[in-house]
């Protein structure tokens, strides 16, 4: 047997994570543009799209983070890193966010910032579900584990945690039940 086409869901760490600055700065954006815009989230709060700057924290928060992953893991050949732009989301307790992906980018990315158990797990849903819904779906419990063969899979999410995925990966964040905020932040980035 061979496992051919895998879809790889990169999970980092990000160094000297700083939860209260993270969360206060969030907040200070969600003050500035208290409306935000309305995407993937239904009832929480997204800000408008960030331009990747230079000497803004989360932005550098981000590059430090992937770069730092990318050259420890030695998993890419050389490559350049194009960091279009971030976005923060704040999900208040009931917020969610619905099912889409990221277009006009080659890696989609999120770090969470603010989570408790029973904020919300992301969830991914296979990308050729359509196609093979059945022939995955029916595998032996043991067998779909150890090789990731899911139709659907989802994550717990931990302060700090920073995943990357591809972009056209569908995906969406379950309703809020906990009874704080739920903070991340997600990014597109392309590869060069
Ligand atoms: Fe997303």
């Not at 969610?96 to 408790?116: E, F, Q, R, Y």
């Not at 819904?133 to 584990?145: K, M, P, R, V």
Request: glycine letters at 6%; aromatic letters at 12%; hydrophobic letters at 35%.
């Amino acid at each position: 047997m061979r496992i051919l086409f895998p879809t790889i869901i990169h999970d980092m760490v990000a160094p000297n994570f700083d939860q209260d600055l993270c969360i206060n700065l969030s907040r200070q954006f969600k003050k500035e543009d208290p409306k935000g815009v309305e995407k993937s989230n239904i009832g929480g709060w997204q800000s408008d799209f960030l331009d990747f700057k230079k000497d803004d924290y989360f932005s550098d928060l981000i590059s430090n983070t992937i770069s730092n992953y990318f050259y420890e893991t030695k998993i890419y050949k050389e490559i350049q890193l194009m960091l279009h732009g971030y976005w923060i989301n704040i999900n208040q307790p009931g917020a969610s966010n619905n099912m889409h992906n990221h277009p006009n980018c080659d890696l989609a990315g999120v770090m969470w910032i603010k989570t408790d158990n029973k904020s919300g797990a992301i969830r991914f849903r296979h990308p050729n579900i359509f196609a093979e819904q059945t022939s995955i779906g029916l595998y032996d419990e043991d067998f779909a584990n150890k090789n990731g063969a899911h139709v659907g899979y989802w994550m717990e999410t931990k302060p700090g945690e920073c995943i990357l995925f591809p972009s056209h990966l569908e995906h969406w964040v379950e309703q809020n039940k906990s009874t704080e905020d739920r903070i991340s932040i997600s990014f597109n980035i392309g590869l060069r």
